[in-house]
């Protein structure tokens, strides 16, 4: 015999079943891996003026040196590595503990139209500033078709 529930609440059961599914799969632990990666990411704020993109990204802790900026059609790429080591020895220059890190932190942004060669950047505070200047407009000229006459 036919189930007793309306067909709009059937269709609200097997769109929220298939919903759960499909969360179930993506908060699996399977994913992981991806989770605690080397390739990190960063905060930013982008602004945009008339004429040009002002980008201000958190870097805390690195020198202009760690900081890769690299743009190349259609894609402006900020990548900062970290490499740190510390060791402490005892007086018999036994180590006693050495510590490691790494870290690859990356952004890319999808930006056109942009004059690559006047981009300027600059570090402060652990704040990366970058300026990105557009290309003038160069959308075609709209032209009126005149009544025949």
Known sequence: MFDMIPFGK?????????????????????????????????????????????????LPGFHKDDIEIRYEEPYLTIKAVRKEASSVEDSDQNIIRRERSYGEYVRRFHVQHIDEDGITASLKNGVLKLEI??????RAKRIQIRDDM
């Open 133 to 138: 200047p557009k290309q003038p407009d160069t």
């Open 10 to 58: 059937r269709r609200e059961d097997s769109i929220s079943q298939l919903m759960k599914s499909f969360n179930d799969v993506f908060s699996n632990d399977f994913f992981a891996p991806f989770k605690g990666s080397a390739a990190m990411s960063f905060k930013t704020d982008i602004r945009e003026t008339e004429n040009a993109y002002l980008v201000e990204a958190e």
